[in-house]
């Protein structure tokens, strides 16, 4: 990576501000639902605080608006993390001015203190100097583990990096660029991205990069009829977006133009409504009756699927292959989620829906690397420079 890594740094006694992304839920209760991000940011943490450093940690939670929300404080992730690193964590009042000031001043080498929530000012996603230059006088480094917020160019992101020294990539934010990186630049082939979800204006710059980095394109979920309508083919009642039937025509002719295997679904689970309780059928691409709509890929693209999958040296999937969260229409993305663990290939997946299939999927432990930013997974895939990556210092 020619990124500085916190591994690159001598961090002894030194005030370290780390971004991390701890945008969790909480319940009703104000206890953290699932910890999976704060998990994810634990290595650089505890190597910053067995370093010795004075270590501050910013992050935003929800949408306050830059306005002063009490069901968004960061005090119920602070408990979480103290419970989970075994060690007090002190939580700041604010994360600028002087009572933060006064509160990171107090710290000693090897403990921690949670800032609160920096999008209680509006200067943080508006990327205000001010703001920038009062995050800056808390620490003498800063370090951004937060991939899930780097291509947003916000002052705890991007505006910081101006007013410090150094700033380094975190271990979870390197492990983000190291993989995606090299699935972009020097994969290991054949190469099979595979792209659901509902919508193709969701991920055009996706699928235009795409197709000129890979060996095969597979694509489900509603975007899949889009393409098989630009095709000619009646879809029925399915998802179409018809102004973007000329895009869908243009990425069929990039792909055949430098010979990917550009793979839709060659039969569907359809319904006519979106209800567990609905009647289903299977149907071939050119049989999807008037009135009944496509929600899942069916038995033989999901062997095809397969098949293309198994034969892959990396994969890159973001996006369900159906309505997954209706048990009738899951099957599809619960098989593209096992053929990927079953393949034996270089593996990421990004996406909330893409992470969450395979969790449930139960083999979310065989995945090479689960992306934690799916706009931000999004945009490295479309080619696009991520602020929040760009703004580190380089290595020399």
Not at 162 to 182: D, Q
């Amino acid at each position: 990576m020619a990124k500085l890594s916190i591994a690159d740094l001598d961090l002894a006694g030194k005030r370290v501000l780390i971004r991390v992304d701890f945008n969790v839920p909480l319940d009703d209760r104000h206890e953290v639902t699932d910890d999976t991000r704060i998990r994810a940011a634990l290595p650089t943490i505890r190597y910053a605080l067995n370093k010795g450093a004075k270590t501050l940690l910013l992050s935003h939670l929800g949408r306050p608006k830059g306005k002063v929300v009490p069901s968004m404080s960061l005090t119920p992730a602070a408990r979480r993390l103290t419970e989970l690193l075994g060690r007090p964590v002190a939580m700041a009042p604010d994360c600028i001015g002087g009572e933060a000031e006064t509160a990171a001043a107090k710290l000693a080498p090897g403990q921690a203190l949670m800032l609160e929530n920096c999008r209680f000012h509006a200067g943080d996603e508006a990327n205000d100097e001010a703001m920038a230059r009062a995050l800056a006088r808390l620490c003498d480094v800063f370090v951004n583990d937060a991939f899930g917020t780097a291509h947003r160019a916000h002052a705890s992101t991007v505006g910081v990096t101006k007013f410090v020294p150094l700033s380094a990539a975190g271990f979870l934010m390197a492990k983000e660029i190291e993989y995606l990186g090299r699935a972009m630049t020097n994969p290991n082939r054949p190469f099979v991205a595979i792209l659901g979800g509902a919508k193709v204006s969701d991920k055009i710059g996706v699928l235009k990069n795409l197709v000129t980095k890979v060996d095969g394109l597979l694509v489900g979920g509603g975007m899949a009829y889009t393409f098989l309508k630009a095709q000619g083919m009646e879809i029925g009642a399915s998802l179409l977006e018809a102004d973007k039937l000329d895009v869908a025509r243009a990425v069929l002719a990039a792909a055949r133009a430098k010979s990917v295997t550009f793979m839709l679904p060659m039969d569907h689970v359809i319904a006519q409504r979106v209800s567990v309780d609905a009647e289903t059928r299977t149907a071939d691409s050119t049989a999807i009756p008037a009135g009944w709509m496509g929600l899942d890929i069916g038995p033989k693209a999901r062997q095809a699927f397969a098949t293309a999958i198994r034969g892959a040296k990396t994969v890159v999937w973001n996006g369900p292959m159906g309505v997954f969260e209706k048990a009738p229409f899951r099957e599809g993305t619960f098989a593209v989620a096992r053929a990927i663990a079953e393949s034996g290939a270089t593996s990421i997946v990004g996406g909330g829906d893409s992470v969450a299939a395979v969790t449930q999927a139960g083999v979310a432990d065989r995945m090479t690397h689960i992306s934690t930013g799916g706009g931000a997974s999004l945009e490295f895939l479309e080619g696009i420079e991520l602020p929040g990556v760009a703004a580190l210092s380089e290595k020399t």
